[in-house]
Nanobody, 128 residues
Framework: VQLQASGGGSVQAGGSLRLSCALS????????MGWFRQAPGKEREFVAA????????YYADSVKGRFTISGDNARDTVYLQMNSLKPEDTADYYC??????????????????????WGQGTQVTVSS
């Protein structure tokens, strides 16, 4: 299983970026895909997740109303649309997947150790 994250870049505050995470290597009927971010000197934190089975989405409070996670089933790709970006959104963004979510509660989706595969990071820099 491979996850390829892309779409990072540098923008000014108030701008937008769309990150992509492409899944390859195997096909899964059900999974949970998450986005996390890690700023310099800080721990990796949850940003958003999507449950493929029913399209349910979950967000960190810090990004609610500004970020949108979505999926393209035909392309096995998950997107993170980021609007109204702030300097505090500056971080390396990582996508991750749980390939066997079963019936586990969504309360787990924000936990780093919930996911069994991770992609490489894509850097997002927001200037004021």
């Amino acid at each position: 299983v491979q996850l390829q994250a892309s779409g990072g870049g540098s923008v000014q505050a108030g701008g937008s970026l769309r990150l992509s995470c492409a899944l390859s290597g195997r096909t899964f009927s059900s999974y949970v895909m998450g986005w996390f971010r890690q700023a310099p000197g800080k721990e990796r934190e949850f940003v958003a997740a999507i449950r493929w089975r029913d399209g349910s989405t979950y967000y960190a409070d810090s990004v609610k109303g500004r970020f949108t996670i979505s999926g393209d089933n035909a392309r096995d790709t998950v997107y993170l649309q980021m609007n109204s970006l702030k300097p505090e959104d500056t971080a390396d963004y990582y996508c991750a997947i749980d390939t066997n979510p079963g019936s586990r509660s969504s309360v787990y989706y924000s936990r780093r150790n919930y996911y069994n595969y991770w992609g490489q990071g894509t850097q997002v820099t927001v200037s004021s």
